[in-house]
């Protein structure tokens, strides 16, 4: 591994930023593996990372269609947060921001976590008491939520529009200060660097496309487009708004929608915000990036597909959206827009486990808000697979729960807030 250092970084520039190591090797695969993973997105390769590091699983091959990060994980707005409402997501989802806490040493990787708050508005007397109703079941659960007054809102993030006689009133708001973002791109290269150091084989531009099975059905490896038959013992599928296709060439169906969403920044300017902030009702969320762009996601796209661009309607809805909360903003200029295929479960809740083919796990339903969730994603999914059971925090988010009826609803902790 080369070691970060002042003298490195001028060495690199001097010479013109030709000699930089690449941060992962790009072998050619094996003919088997002990676990194939599916999907080099962030779930992908925080798996892989934490069968290594955590079960000494180190024969396993990361197999992308695509570029490392370049599906929803390098197209997410990179908010992180753990403000669900029930007590099964926001253990998961606490844990993964513990994680995240500490992802920048245990990578060493910086991955620009900046823990400004994420701040939800209120428009109306009931959305106040929904808000304060998730607000106390989160502190009873042990995680940071405090309720806010229309001061206090304009306190933290001055640009935002108080005019009583708004379409959109601010009542208040509450916020989870330990939320933020942290750079997506960097948590994607930071596993995978890590994971290719302990022997990990990652393979880009090499699209899947079949999942092999013997009478038993049990899996035993995968067909690629590039290089044939890779056998495994143990199959994975991180593949997000494509996780039907995979599930539909091991012969089972997924409760999964693909939809497209996207995101959008404005031309930058000078610092402004001080974290996320995100209307419901209103419909978009907003944060400004390192750079100084303004930084705003809303509405999926309306209908299910498998698109990667998005429609004009849903982007001119978040746009407006985000006129309504900070007028001051209308004066900017759009500078880019695009998409991903986020993978939504009926209760917005992912689904991390067994599947019906013996040996064939997965990791799916992560919809609009899978990057909070990458480590905590990857560290219980290693744990299932290395172990054939569910790891503890994620033994309600397995695929049966559908047939039972025992569905965590977070559609409403989930969605717009990101
Ligand atoms: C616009 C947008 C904003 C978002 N904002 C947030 C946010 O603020 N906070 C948050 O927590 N989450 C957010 N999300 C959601 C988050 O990005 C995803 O839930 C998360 O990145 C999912 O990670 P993943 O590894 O499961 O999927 P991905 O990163 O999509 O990786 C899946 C990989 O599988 C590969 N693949 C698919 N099919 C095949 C095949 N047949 N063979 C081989 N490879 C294949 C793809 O190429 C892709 O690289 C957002 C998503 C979008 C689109």
Partial sequence: ????????????????????KPLWRSPEPKKSYDVV????????????????????????????KGWLGGGNTGRNTSMVRSNYFYEE??????????????????????????QGGVMLLGHSAVEMQLIERAANSLLLQGVDSEMLTPEQVKEREPVIDL????????????????????????????????????????IQDCPITNILTDSNNKAIGVETAKFGVIKADKVVSCVAGLSSTIADMAGFDLPIKSQT???????????????????????????????????????????????????INPTEHTLAAMCE?????????????????????????PIIGLTPVKDMYISTGWGTGGFKGIPAGGETLAYTVANNKPHHLVEKFDLGRFARGEMIDEAAAAGIPH
């Fill in 1 to 20: 591994m080369e070691k970060y250092s002042f003298t490195n970084l001028a060495k690199h520039a001097l010479a013109g930023h030709k000699n930089w």
């Fill in 37 to 64: 993973i599916v999907g080099a997105g962030g779930q992908g390769l925080a798996t892989a990372y934490y069968l290594a590091k955590n079960h000494g699983i180190t024969n396993v091959a990361v197999i992308d």
């Fill in 89 to 114: 997501s926001s253990n998961f989802y606490d844990h993964s921001l513990k994680l995240y806490e500490q992802l920048g040493n245990e990578l060493n990787y910086n991955v620009m976590l900046s």
């Fill in 163 to 202: 005019n009583p006689n708004g379409r959109y009133p601010i009542q208040g708001g509450f916020v989870q200060k330990r939320g933020g973002v942290a750079r997506h791109d960097a948590v994607a290269w930071g596993y995978a660097r890590r994971a290719s150091d302990m022997g990990v084989d990652i």
């Fill in 261 to 311: 969403l996207q995101a959008m920044v404005s031309e930058p300017i000078k610092p402004v915000m001080h974290g996320c902030v995100g209307s419901g009702p209103v419909h978009c969320y907003v944060s400004q990036s390192d750079r100084g762009e303004i930084l705003v996601g809303g509405t999926a796209d309306f209908y299910p597909s498998f698109g990667q661009r998005g429609n």
């Fill in 325 to 349: 909360i900070f007028p001051l903003f209308s004066r900017l200029k759009l500078m880019r827009q695009w998409a991903g295929i986020v993978d939504i479960s009926p209760d917005s809740t």
